[in-house]
């Protein structure tokens, strides 16, 4: 059976797309998700497992794994555990936007390695964490000090941990690393994005093959081989993050809200969602909003936890 996976949506400033925070990963709770920035998780407590699709990779206190936007991944804890992270996330563009020096775009190798045969997982025993580890702390104390003054900081931070990586595996040998897997990825990344972008919208297959210049058939087919789900089921999920976002930061009717994901079948919108979320959109609202009842939780966004503001 597969796993519905869904997008984290990161608030980050677009002049400084970047995010430091601490989060707790929590059993039966969390699912397989995607998002548009890069990630950089440091375990800091307890034991559990990293999902990347149907990879399963052990994480233990001191690991670090560097997180490709194009992966669907989760963080779930051993029985019993308490799974905290912290995680770096940040937006390419902040280490190498576009006509960037190579140099510059070489910084980003630790997250374009072929899967196939390398792993996003640092043993938390080794060396290389030994040295990559207090640097990330080290970019979390500058983080939450708040001080614009200091983002110069902060950047140079963030790259020395990348630095470091490259140096150990050969920055050469990462930076050039260039196999089926890899190749692969950078095809559907356009996809996501333009999937991100219209979901408001009827999407074929052959909208987003325009995009990346090659067949349909070939979309379908990369799709589902590098990210384990369907391109269908992914753009569902989409729509269904959509959704949630408006049932709970708007007062637009549930018709109003499926018409505005794309469904004119108003029962077939809510079949979807059920399934999904194992309630009805009306259900989630009411659950997930503060009106929604004493036993709803409070939901704080990701990107409230602070960084450097103004």
Known sequence: MG???YVWQQDM?????LAVLEYEAVGGADRMHWHDHLEIALVLEGRGAFLFGRRV???EPGDIFFIDNSQPHVALPDPGERLRLLLVLFRPELIAGPGCRELDL????????DERTSSPRICGGSALAAEVGPVLHELRETWDGHNPAE???VDATLRRALALVNRHHGARQLATATGAG???REQIRPVLAYVDQH????ITLGDVAGVVHISASRVRHVFKDVTGVSFKEYVTQVRVTEAKRLLISTELSVADIARAVSYTNLNQFYKVFYRSCAMSPGEYRHYYTPTGGDDA????????AGGLRP
């Open 106 to 113: 070489g910084y980003l190798a630790p997250f374009r390695v």
């Open 151 to 153: 983002r110069h900081l």
């Open 297 to 304: 939780p409070i939901l704080v966004a990701a990107g409230a």
């Open 182 to 184: 890899t190749d692969r």
């Open 3 to 5: 796993m519905a996976v």
């Open 199 to 202: 979901c408001r919208e009827s």
């Open 13 to 17: 400033a677009p002049e400084f797309p």
């Open 57 to 59: 990779l052990p994480a």
